[in-house]
């Protein structure tokens, strides 16, 4: 089995930085656990791809090129292009996926 790359966007990484310095405020050794758990369900992607699931929100707009990965409460999205992964996001599955998405490009 070939494995492909895994990329993280800035946006991405952003999220992660954010999740784990308000986790950090008041359990420390749990951001530690919540950062590892995170970037190593990422970098399974670099094996299986295509694991996770199309985003039902965004397959109901049509667009069924994005994925996610569930770590509850956090959902990581992503898409697979160019024989590579590319990391979009880490949301809070709390959140509107909606609202989070389109608040990004108006702002980008």
Do not use: C
């Not at 992660?16 to 308000?22: Q, V, Y």
């Not at 950090?24 to 670099?46: G, M, S, Y």
């Not at 049509?62 to 990391?87: H, K, T």
């Amino acid at each position: 089995m070939q494995q492909v790359p895994v990329y993280w966007s800035k946006a991405a990484e952003a999220d992660l930085l954010a999740i784990i310095r308000h986790i950090r405020n008041t359990r420390p050794q749990t951001a530690t656990q919540v950062f590892a758990t995170i970037k190593n369900k990422a970098a399974d992607l670099e094996i299986f791809p295509e694991r996770g699931r199309i985003i039902p929100e965004l397959l109901a707009q049509g667009l069924a090129q994005y994925r996610e990965l569930i770590i509850s409460p956090w959902r990581i999205i992503y898409r697979v292009a160019d024989d590579a992964v590319y990391v979009l996001a880490v949301i809070d599955s709390r959140r509107n996926i909606e609202d989070i998405l389109l608040d990004r490009l108006i702002r980008a």
